[in-house]
């Protein structure tokens, strides 16, 4: 039987070394019986995936019962999870989407490298070397890789495009066109959901299309400037979307959550465009009632013609074994089995997908088989650049974007640019 904790602390994570002291030897190999502690920060149609996904793997295996520890946060669940693990919480499990989360935990000694355990289980036939590599960091895997998305998909209501009577945007010139046509139908043509973290997703495929997932991976890594030409162009193709009548007003656009952007975009079709992961697909499916590429759909981001349109952005989600596990063979057993057939079933009926090769594509809807197509046929992949970001840069990152939507001119530009530099220099 699953079981629900509710943890209230909000203490952030200090220095290393005293989450060294926190972190706890693994404890000798256990019978596939006791408890799994699993920290689990998912909600919505999402949470109660993962919720049926452990009920599948407990009426596997019935010695097994799954306590999950729920950190309390609002936006970014990373400061409830720093929460909990500073306040000595044991776990075995914790499900992670950060790269640069996962740095920090590695570095602070909180997560255990899983090579052996790829080795002993043969998780590595299931899992494909880039699906590998995108949790192992030096020479050390540290993760399994269970879902993945495409980050590059614009998603819309069908009977929305046809009541502004346009199509999907195949190019950047076709996406600034329609904006006319939605606006006189009364349609928002993109609800940008700025509160949070939800707004950098424009800038970051738009960084894409005109500078490549190359020039990503070194912003990301500190080796390239945010002064630089590519970030200055990303932003001015932002501004001119924006006076081309894209989006509402700079504090509309601070004022909405995630959630209620993807409402106005796959519910009531108040906005016609909204850019963000796989999880919508859950949502729409789920929470909706909607029916996957019948009443929405998605469409990948428009071309620009500058040799990057076949490079897709992507996410993905992990687990990760803590230190301080207690019932290694079972959170092994868990982690096996979340790259089964039948965990890959659970997925889909939630509209994700699984990287193992044991799934089946046929079992996927028509969106979820799309965004697969193109993450696999993309001649580059580029993990959210908002999630490779280390520390400070990643907080001073979105709230630079927040800044250039209030006021898009050229003169914020030049400000921000100059303030994410100053912050990168002491981030690495």
């Avoid at 999870?81 to 570095?107: C, H, K, S, Y």
């Avoid at 050390?140 to 495009?161: A, K, L, P």
């Avoid at 991976?217 to 500190?222: E, Y």
């Amino acid at each position: 039987m699953l079981r629900m904790d509710t943890t209230k602390r909000t203490t952030l994570l200090g220095s290393a070394a005293v989450l060294l002291g926190l972190a706890c030897s693994a404890g000798s190999a256990l019978a596939l019986d006791g408890e799994l502690v699993m920290i689990n920060w998912l909600g919505g149609a999402q949470g109660e995936m993962m919720e049926k996904l452990q009920e599948d793997f407990e009426a596997k295996n019935p010695g097994v019962e799954i306590r999950n520890v729920i950190p309390q946060a609002s936006g970014d669940a990373r400061g409830g999870i720093r929460a909990v693990l500073m306040g000595g919480e044991q776990a075995d499990l914790l499900i992670n989407t950060w790269p640069a989360f996962r740095a920090e935990l590695i570095e602070a000694g909180m997560i255990l490298p899983l090579d052996a355990s790829y080795e002993s289980n043969g998780w590595g036939e299931k899992l494909g070397e880039s699906w590998q590599a995108l949790s192992t960091v030096g020479e050390e895997n540290y993760g399994v890789t269970y879902t993945f998305g495409d980050r590059s998909g614009i998603w819309y209501r069908t009977d929305t495009m046809a009541k502004a009577e346009i199509d999907p945007p195949a190019t950047y010139e076709e996406f600034l066109s329609g904006f006319g046509a939605l606006n006189a139908a009364g349609v928002t043509p993109i609800s940008v959901p700025a509160k949070v973290w939800a707004h950098a997703e424009w800038f970051e495929s738009l960084l894409l299309r005109t500078a490549g997932a190359d020039y990503m991976t070194r912003l990301a890594s500190g080796e390239a400037s945010w002064t630089d030409p590519e970030v200055r162009t990303a932003l001015s193709k932002w501004q001119e979307m924006l006076q081309s009548g894209c989006c509402d007003d700079g504090n509309t656009m601070l004022a909405l959550d995630w959630d209620i952007s993807v409402d106005a975009a796959l519910k009531t079709g108040d906005a016609a465009y909204v850019l963000m992961g796989m999880w919508l697909n859950t949502r729409a499916k789920q929470e909706y009632g909607e029916t996957p590429g019948e009443d929405f759909n998605i469409v990948q981001f428009p071309a620009f013609d500058m040799g990057h349109d076949r490079e897709s952005m992507v996410d993905a989600k992990e687990l990760n074994m803590l230190s301080a596990v207690e019932n290694r063979e079972a959170a092994e057993a868990f982690m096996g089995y979340m790259l089964t057939a039948d965990a890959a079933g659970i997925m889909a009926e939630y509209g994700l997908a699984s990287p193992s090769t044991e799934v089946d594509p046929s079992i996927y809807d028509p969106v979820i088989q799309k965004s697969v197509n193109e993450v696999t046929s993309a001649d580059k992949l580029q993990f959210v650049l908002g999630d490779l970001l280390p520390g400070d840069l990643g907080g001073e990152y979105r709230i630079a974007l927040q800044r250039f939507l209030q006021d898009p001119s050229d003169e914020t530009i030049d400000a921000v640019t100059q303030q994410l530099a100053l912050v990168a220099q002491g981030a690495y």
